[in-house]
């Protein structure tokens, strides 16, 4: 309340909620001195024969309309909710979330100074910080990754060996602390034909049906358009800048033809996000440690 400008929005919300309560206790005289003749129909019929009554209220409704009205009153008094008054009891919600994961944080610090102090690997053996690992990568990671971590089409499938930026236990912690930016640049410049030629090339490198003919052509293009300066001569990729291996079977937004062509021709970025500050180094680590137990290294 205390970001409201003027005084008007404190008499807003004060009237808006006050005059809520009101019209729920008037509603509830209303109803209360009704005149209802029993067996007397409103003359709504539906289905032929479904009819509707003039009955009162059952009273133990009645009566739990009246106790939530005496609810919010005394609620409204003991707490804040009328503009800036603070009520009697003069409690607030600011500081509350910062103080309760201040003191979660102070619990289980002496548990993440154990595992920060130990190998990664040896934390990927041991089932309590590997149930810790998986709360914290369903919290913060399955969202992209998918709850089993095997990813989806532009996120990394974390359980197989295929690593884009290294799968050594400093670059996965390197990857989620500081996260990664994966740049393909686009090469529209180099028209269709040459494009499916390069696509037919790389669809080769790692066995899949092709073109021989244009695969050659491919494969000259390859070398001569600069794709060797990020894939490599072999096409089997360069982990310092994040480019994909081409000779396994390992697609990141798939193996189709028309897929390649749509990623020569227009590029692609990807986005891992930074979580060092978030989270701090030692959930890093035991997020980093879960990643290993994956199967993935």
């Not at 008007?8 to 209303?30: D, E, G, P, Q, R």
């Not at 190998?119 to 913060?140: C, I, N």
Request: a negative charge; one cysteine or more.
């Amino acid at each position: 309340m205390s970001d409201f400008v003027s005084d008007f929005w404190n008499l807003y919300v004060i009237v808006i909620v006050l005059a809520s309560i009101l019209a729920c206790a008037v509603l509830l005289i209303v109803q209360g001195k009704a005149t209802f003749t029993p067996g007397k129909t409103m003359g709504h019929v539906w289905d032929e024969t479904l009819e509707e009554y003039n009955n009162p209220m059952p009273k133990w409704w009645s009566w739990m309309f009246v106790i939530t009205v005496v609810f919010a009153l005394v609620y409204l008094a003991l707490y804040p909710g009328l503009g800036n008054f603070k009520g009697v009891l003069g409690w607030t919600s600011v500081g509350q979330h910062t103080a309760e994961v201040a003191k979660v944080d102070a619990a289980v610090k002496p548990l993440y100074d154990k595992y920060m102090a130990m190998d990664l690997k040896a934390v990927a053996g041991d089932k309590q910080a590997m149930e810790m690992g998986k709360r914290l990568y369903l919290t913060y990671c399955m969202q992209c990754h998918g709850a089993d971590a095997r990813g989806a089409k532009g996120f990394p499938n974390l359980t197989d060996a295929d690593w884009q930026w290294g799968g050594e236990s400093e670059q996965i912690v390197e990857t989620i602390s500081a996260g990664r930016m994966g740049v393909m640049p686009p090469h529209a410049q180099l028209g269709d034909e040459t494009i499916k030629d390069l696509a037919s090339y790389v669809r080769s490198l790692s066995g899949l049906p092709h073109d021989s003919v244009r695969a050659g052509k491919g494969q000259t293009a390859f070398n001569e358009a600069g794709c060797v300066g990020c894939h490599g001569v072999d096409g089997t990729g360069m982990q310092a800048l994040g480019a994909p291996n081409l000779t396994d079977k390992v697609w990141l937004y798939g193996s189709s033809e028309a897929t390649i062509v749509e990623t020569i021709t227009n590029g692609r970025q990807n986005k891992m996000p930074a979580w060092k500050e978030f989270l701090g180094d030692a959930k890093v680590h035991l997020l980093a440690a879960y990643v290993t137990s994956l199967g993935g290294k």
